[in-house]
């Protein structure tokens, strides 16, 4: 079993920070790749970062230069750093995983998602 948890959201003013952490536990071969996702109200669920097992990262065009992914392996954790917060990226927030795990199967999980309200 493999179990994923969030932390981290909560409400901001506008030009504010957060951070996000989302903990991957269980019966984990290796993680491949790692990311962050947003869905507003009325809206789909939107890639906002990601990074893969080499390091590599990428970004939605609106969070560039604001946001920051970074991962920490020996803790099995993905965080995201969310700096200059404006109202528009009020969403809820979650974690998706791609991950082997003891079977040798690649696996896709999510977390439970946490709110991030941006507001004065």
């Known amino acids: 079993q493999v179990q994923v948890v969030e932390s981290g959201g909560g409400l901001v003013q506008p030009g504010g920070s957060l951070r996000l952490s989302c903990v991957v536990s269980g019966r984990i071969f290796s993680i491949n790749a790692m990311g962050w996702y947003r869905q507003a109200p009325g809206n789909q669920r939107e890639l906002v970062a990601a990074?893969?097992?080499?390091?590599?990262?990428n970004y939605a065009d609106s969070v560039k230069g604001r946001f920051t992914i970074s991962r920490d392996n020996a803790k099995n954790t993905v965080y995201l750093q969310m700096n200059s917060l404006k109202p528009e990226d009020t969403a809820v927030y979650y974690c998706?995983?791609?991950?082997?795990?003891?079977?040798?199967?690649?696996?896709?999980?999510w977390g439970q998602g946490t709110q991030v309200t941006v507001s004065s």
């Open positions: 998706n995983l791609k991950l082997f795990e003891l079977d040798y199967v690649l696996r896709d999980y």
């Open positions: 990074t893969n097992s080499g390091g590599m990262t």
